[in-house]
Nanobody
């Protein structure tokens, strides 16, 4: 059974930073395309970033330069470093694994507000 558990969300002031983590079980990062998505109420879930088997990364155009995705295959954990956060980054952030199936975590809330 695949389980994805996000952590690291919270309240941060504009300009601040957060690092999200996604701990996976039941799936190997070396066999899956991993990604981060986010969603605000009333809007569709949107792509943030992804990291492939070999570590190649892809970012939403609007987030490149502020967000960095990474993973530790040995720990089966993926990260999202978010810098220079803006109020419009407020959302629930979800971890996604695409291996033999598509799996989602439960999400972690990020709120950027003064």
């Amino acid at each position: 059974q695949v389980q994805l558990v996000e952590s690291g969300g919270g309240l941060v002031q504009p300009g601040g930073s957060l690092r999200l983590s996604c701990a996976a079980s039941g799936i190997s990062f070396s066999d899956a395309l991993m990604g981060w998505y986010r969603q605000v109420p009333g809007k569709q879930r949107e792509f943030v970033a992804s990291i492939g088997f070999g570590g190649n990364t892809l970012y939403a155009d609007s987030l490149r330069g502020r967000f960095t995705i990474s993973k530790d295959n040995a720990k089966n954990t993926m990260y999202l470093q978010m810098n220079t956060l803006k109020p419009e980054d407020t959302a629930v952030y979800y971890c996604r694994a695409n291996g033999r199936g598509v799996y989602w975590g439960q999400g972690t809330q990020v709120t950027v507000s003064s």
